[in-house]
């Protein structure tokens, strides 16, 4: 009976991402280019106008899989991506090119000017200027295979300085666990800030991470609520969630 229940649920789901298929095509693109399904889901939503983002910052670009997203969602949008990795830089500015407008800034954003280690993992999306505890795991594997130092700048200072920039800005952060140097590094642009995407480990993975609570606390004195909670990455074995990206939007905003 279990095994049944199991098979129809799974049935069930690809019935439903079918479904969802068929309602949103730049969906079906996201997902043969590799982009990140998950937030396309997260952002592809009533409360978010397409057209009221002027650009978009992903910062902790990685391998260039919200670039694909925010392709798909805001196709006339500017896109300013930061990414301290040097090792995928020809890939971003290639998707970059290949994708429309857009910049790529080879460093990191914190809240001053400095140089820090940035540590390399064997799995690339868990390099993180923080340095990895023992809490990862076969879900989320953070063994360092290379510290480099790399270059940190204020996101407000560099976005101010672009001609590409313009406002309303949709501010994307992926930094595992370096969020709240990210945060107080853009104070400056806060205010022409519509939307901020952010994840959020809830396991310890990183010594000194930014917590939930710190980052909505922020979020709150800033003038942001809470608008939605994307589905949470759990572990395989017990079902315990592992992080979860969470959207914010300008309390202000007319489109809520």
């Known amino acids: 009976m279990k ?22 095509p730049s969906y079906a693109e996201v997902r043969r280019n590799g982009g990140a399904r998950d937030l396309y889901r997260l952002l592809n939503k009533p409360w978010l106008s ?18 694909k997203v925010a392709r798909a969602l805001f196709p006339k949008a500017p896109i300013l991506a930061f990414e ?5 830089t020809p890939s971003l500015e290639r998707l970059l090119s290949a994708s429309g407008s857009g910049a790529l800034f080879p460093l990191a954003c914190g809240r ?5 280690p ?24 953070a063994e360092i295979g290379e510290t480099i130092q790399v270059k940190v700048e204020r996101l407000d200072d560099v976005v101010r300085a672009s001609e590409l920039a313009r406002a309303p800005y949709l501010l ?10 990210v945060l107080q590094g853009a104070t400056g642009i806060l205010p ?41 990455i759990r572990a395989r074995a017990t ?10 939007l300008k309390a202000s905003d007319s489109t809520t």
């Open 50 to 67: 397409a057209e009221r983002i002027g650009t978009v910052l992903d910062v902790g670009a990685n391998e260039g899989q919200f670039i």
């Open 84 to 88: 301290p990795n040097p090792y995928l």
């Open 3 to 24: 095994s049944l229940g199991r098979f129809l649920e799974r049935l069930a789901q690809r019935i439903s991402g079918l479904g969802y298929v068929w309602q949103n």
């Open 239 to 248: 079902g315990e969630v592992l992080y979860f990206d969470v959207a914010f």
């Open 118 to 141: 940035l540590y390399l993992t064997k799995f690339s999306p868990a390099a993180s200027l923080l340095r990895p505890t023992a809490a990862s795991s076969p879900d989320f594997p």
């Open 172 to 181: 994307k952060i992926d930094v595992q666990g370096f969020e709240w140097e």
């Open 112 to 116: 001053e000017r400095a140089v820090i």
């Open 192 to 232: 022409d800030v519509a939307v901020i995407l952010c994840e959020v480990n809830a396991e310890d993975f990183y010594a000194g991470q930014a917590g939930f609570e710190q980052i909505y606390l922020f979020m709150r004195e800033h003038g942001f609520k809470l608008a939605d909670i994307g589905e949470p």
